[in-house]
């Protein structure tokens, strides 16, 4: 049961241009949403997050927009660097839950 | 990822063997999170502790897989008996509180379990 899809498994995107990850998720009671950036053999390190009462979050060059409706998330990175190049998972968790359920990752990679 | 400390990274066992794997969380964290991330697959959750308390063990395995968090020492993941399936890298999280919106999990850079 897969409540977290991001159906992107990769992107490239030149240099200085806008990238855009997606993230689709089906349970309605997911309140807080986050995305975490994993280099190769390391962990997840926490990007930016952003609650359901906001539709957007901005920090730098990373925002992060929510569409409740279309249970919707997007994380957008402007300019893209070739150090953004990595793998980019959103995590969704409901109030009061103990567990960040993760989507499939979308590897991004950032052409020079 | 620095301050939450795994080892080892890489660990091969037999099918049959045990595997222990170990975290010591980042300094100020006393919640701990095992994830699992099988092969093209994302971070599934497996259990969480604090100090001395299991408080979610609903992504568990029910059989062969067991975690702990003493009060002196790291917290634990023991696998018994592993098989192939259980090859995966293992990834322990810490935060200062349980997880939410302003308090984002602190990850380690993970156990790779190969079984052979």
């Known amino acids: 049961d897969q409540q977290v899809k991001q159906n992107s498994p990769s992107l490239s995107v030149q240099e200085g241009r806008i990238s855009i990850l997606n993230c689709d998720y089906t349970?309605?009671?997911?309140?807080?949403f986050l995305w975490y950036k994993k280099y190769p053999a390391e962990g997840p390190t926490f990007l930016i997050s952003?609650?359901?009462?906001?539709d957007k979050n901005e920090d730098g060059r990373f925002t992060v927009f929510l569409n409740k409706s279309a249970k919707h998330l997007s994380l957008h990175i402007v300019p893209s660097q070739p150090g953004d190049s990595a793998v980019y998972f959103c995590?969704?968790?409901?109030?009061?839950?103990?567990?960040?359920?993760f989507g499939t990752g979308t590897r991004l990679t950032v052409i020079p | 990822n620095a301050g939450v400390m795994q080892n080892p990274r890489h660990l091969v066992r037999r099918r049959g063997q045990e595997a222990r794997l170990r975290c010591s969380p980042m300094?100020?964290?006393?919640?701990v999170y095992w994830y699992r991330q099988l092969p093209e697959e994302g971070l599934k959750f497996m259990v969480y502790?604090?100090?001395?308390?299991?408080?979610?063990e609903s992504g568990m395995p029910k059989e062969r897989f067991s975690a702990e968090f003493p009060k002196e020492g790291p917290s634990i993941l023991r696998i018994q008996q592993v098989v192939r399936g259980d090859s995966a890298a293992y990834f322990c999280?810490?935060?200062?509180?349980?997880?939410?919106?302003?308090?984002?999990?602190?990850f380690g850079n993970g156990t790779r379990l190969t079984v052979t």
């Open positions: 999280a810490s935060s200062p509180a349980r997880t939410s919106y302003n308090s984002p999990l602190h």
């Open positions: 349970n309605s009671m997911f309140d807080y």
């Open positions: 952003i609650s359901s009462i906001k």
């Open positions: 995590a969704l968790l409901e109030t009061g839950a103990n567990n960040l359920f």
């Open positions: 300094k100020g964290h006393s919640h």
């Open positions: 502790l604090q100090k001395e308390n299991i408080i979610d």
